[in-house]
């Protein structure tokens, strides 16, 4: 089946249906674990370096700490257990045996060990040994890694129970300077997922019911997906002095009196690419945004005449070079000949399904007239998608024509996300009515769920009903206007704006 | 105590001591496991830079595979367990549970997940999926991932719970093409320990007693430690049929017949980082090689007088921006300005510890004269550590002094391994009385225990010698004299020439 009548029936089909046309990731027999195949892996190691890039310029240095947590740290930190208590992968064994031919589980630890869901523990137990004054503070730091947490229904990207992600872990001598660091967390993510993503954000605060487990305050980003459900795509964490108490983090202040440190953590994970498809993904396959792209444009010779193999070989392999020479956003444009054996319309669809930013054809007529044949991926349905140009025009023009596409696909992103933000429900029972009316997606040209931006009163009452109508508070937006309304669930008075949305 | 007297006394105490003094690792509180601290890792991220670019020239994909292994996975493949069986973390249950308070482990699993001690299994799994044709061959995958063996006497870097490696994993047509392939991935680590980590190596071929479980050959590097033992640097294996049999990658070959896949496998890992230290650490702690330093030059401003603080801090910072527009070895060079609020002196000591190949410092004085005061770490106890030279000069000469530490540092450590394999000892009674009297380390001058390159007859009857006498067969090297001459553990005749070692 098509993947648009796919879509057109099932969104999560379609979702599923894109990570492999694309080959970006599939089912493990590890279960509930996914492979990362080179496409996804490719996109991953991007974000990384992008990333990586940002957390080390803002004075974050990059640390690893142990996979395994031992139980009793998690007995600690109480509030932050209730969080994660239902879902860890825990070790009890360190020794297989060989019983009668079947092998088992044997030499029993005196402590059980946790893989770790998230390492606030294990790493305020670190900063507990390093810190001693407010000259040891701040600690910056971050680590890369792979995280466990015990999903009942994992979907490829989105919630596997392994997960890669970055985790930023940080320490200071005052609440300001903590709650500052929270902030400049969240200002890196938003300037990836916009900048580099080409991802739009509404950036706000978790509602208390919602903070991260053990928090003081959870900063968050929110995308929209194409279905109009939300995506939360990175959070930010201020602890306050929670976690420093729990694992005695204490420092002499500059008033010579000792004190628990405030921290906090921020993280972002391969969710992310999970979110990158459903902004950017359409009924051929995925588009990958220039900046992420493994490669930004795939050059197929076009081989046919045997005579010509070689001159054509070392045509693409001329502009390869042409356009590594290239720089787009401050690095050398990426580019790989495909010189596979295989059908040319084969390739071309393949990296139309991968979503390969530019897609280039170099055969006889255009080795004679010094010219390329090149495809814009995101225009690949569109009548224009074909298009000739020389060499050299081609090879000038590279560096516009990338940035156009990533501006393009902010742009058409951006503006998805602000037609469908909905601030004209005045009063539950219209709100009510909004969500029973349009719970399905509908596809391209259907109505869809969208955000709504309206009133809350913060009751805890409310939450019964958020639940009872599916829907979550996503955040609430830093953009606030202040005005008086009526909360969208309980009818009472209140000024607080939030974002309600169904969300992954 | 100095580091010198450590040395003198226990080569292992100073190895931790300087692993401290460094600032590179520490142990955690999960237990064996360890925190790899920023400059540790910021060298592991550069091992990973170098490693990663040399696997991608040569064809190689990144990916991602489940950290958690079936047990069933371990059952099929028979000798490759029995290798591993003694040292897993075995994850059993998925949730904790509160009972009056106290957590403990609950929902057990259907079948126990081991935490991958190294990836063959699972991996193949994989290849089984995608490998149906001779078309799909060869598969060139890798991961950078951690895993896990439970070690019963873990030390930093060289023997942890957890480590981070890179493991390569291949699946190819022909027997000819996958056994080619083991000797690609081995010359990338050649490449790699010698090139850019400044560390020789001998070469050559595990005997079969100490092959990977389930490999056909193995290939390896060994480096020799400042106290003579050996340390085994990277390993790679022809694995022939036996792990495509066992997770049937079967595929239709030219000739339209079923046929299992050839697979290789090699890998590195964080023990590398160990293997530095002990090639090239000294009486004042680490030295890094240029290539690997996270940083090559670290300036210190000297901020006596407060007047000139700014100016100075101005001066730091136009010295390092001119040598950041330097490269070495192809890349910008990496330049750091350590402006925090310490004691120059302190500061000098600090990174004369960790390592930093070039140590500069610029005060009132260096300001006056455009000039800059520099130390070559690896001198530094050298009467001719102190430099002082012109700002353009300093600046225009940097590759070469980073060039020549380089190759300096391997000259040093070639000449040490040279001098150390001992060719002359003909009988097993030369070789026992040379191992009695030489197996404890004596510190610079006095003698050590060196790797001795003789005849070896294969005999399995050999090998309890071996263990008696404490020594290991490090490989059977590439190069062979071809000569006749006596085992130096049976006495029987024999052609073949091994290296016989202690090792790590």
Redesign the interface.
């Given at each position: 089946m098509a993947l648009k009548n796919i879509r057109e029936n099932s969104y999560p089909d379609w979702y599923q249906n894109v990570v492999a046309a694309a080959d970006m990731a599939?089912v493990?027999?590890?279960?509930g674990?996914?492979?990362?195949?080179?496409w996804g892996?490719?996109i991953?190691?991007r974000i990384q370096h992008l990333l990586d890039e940002k957390i080390k310029e803002t004075g974050h240095?990059?640390?690893?700490?142990?996979?395994?947590?031992?139980?009793s740290?998690?007995?600690k930190e109480a509030e932050h257990?209730e969080g994660f208590?239902?879902?860890?992968?825990?070790?009890?064994?360190?020794?297989?045996?060989?019983e009668d031919g079947?092998?088992v589980?044997s030499s029993p630890l005196d402590e059980?060990?946790?893989?770790r869901p998230t390492s606030e523990t294990?790493i305020a137990?670190?900063f507990s040994?390093w810190v001693h004054s407010y000259?040891d503070l701040p600690v910056l730091?971050n680590q890369w890694?792979?995280v466990?947490r015990?999903e009942m229904r994992p979907r490829l990207f989105l919630r596997t129970?392994?997960f890669?992600w970055q985790e930023g872990h940080t320490a200071h001598a005052t609440f300001e300077e903590a709650e500052k660091e929270a902030e400049i967390g969240l200002e890196m993510y938003k300037d990836l997922c916009i900048n580099d993503m080409a991802m739009p954000i509404i950036a706000g605060k978790k509602p208390e019911y919602d903070k991260f487990p053990g928090a003081v305050t959870t900063y968050c980003i929110e995308a929209m997906m194409q279905d109009g459900r939300s995506l939360q795509a990175g959070t930010s964490h201020f602890l306050g002095q929670n976690f420093a108490k729990s694992a005695n983090i204490k420092f002499i202040n500059k008033n010579n009196e000792p004190e628990y440190a405030y921290t906090t953590s921020w993280g972002v994970s391969t969710r992310l690419i999970g979110g990158l498809i459903m902004t950017h993904g359409d009924d051929e396959g995925m588009c990958v945004p220039p900046k992420l792209a493994p490669y930004q444009a795939v050059i197929i010779p076009l081989l046919k005449d045997k005579s010509k193999e070689a001159e054509i070989l070392a045509y693409a392999e001329k502009l390869k070079n042409a356009l590594k020479e290239q720089s787009f956003g401050g690095e050398r444009v990426r580019v790989k000949v495909d010189s596979r054996?295989k059908e040319p319309v084969d390739k071309m669809w393949e990296w139309t399904r991968k979503g390969c930013p530019l897609i280039i054809e170099v055969g006889p007529k255009d080795l004679e007239k010094n010219a390329v044949m090149w495809r814009n991926r995101i225009h690949i349905n569109n009548s224009a998608w074909k298009n000739f140009e020389g060499f050299e025009s081609f090879v000038a023009t590279i560096s516009d024509k990338l940035k156009n596409i990533q501006d393009e696909m902010f742009e058409r992103a951006n503006e998805r996300l602000c037609n469908n933000i909905v601030t004209d429900i005045q009063t539950p029972e219209a709100f009510e009515a909004y969500f029973a009316n349009n719970n399905v997606y509908l596809g391209g040209n259907g109505k869809k769920v969208a955000f709504v931006k309206g009133k809350w009163c913060e009751d805890e009452a409310t939450l019964d009903k958020l639940k009872e109508m599916r829907l979550t508070i996503r955040c609430i937006p830093f953009e606030q206007s202040g005005t008086e309304g009526v909360c969208l669930l309980s009818g009472k008075k209140a000024t607080l704006d939030v974002i309600y949305a169904r969300s992954y």
């Open positions: 599939e493990s027999s590890s279960p674990c996914m492979v990362i195949k080179p892996y490719g991953w190691e240095d990059n640390c690893y700490f142990p996979l395994f947590i031992p139980l740290f998690f007995q257990v208590a239902k879902e860890m992968a825990i070790v009890t064994h360190s020794r297989l045996s060989n079947k092998l589980p059980p060990l946790i893989v294990i137990d670190s040994k000259r730091i890694a792979n466990v015990w129970r392994e890669l054996l």
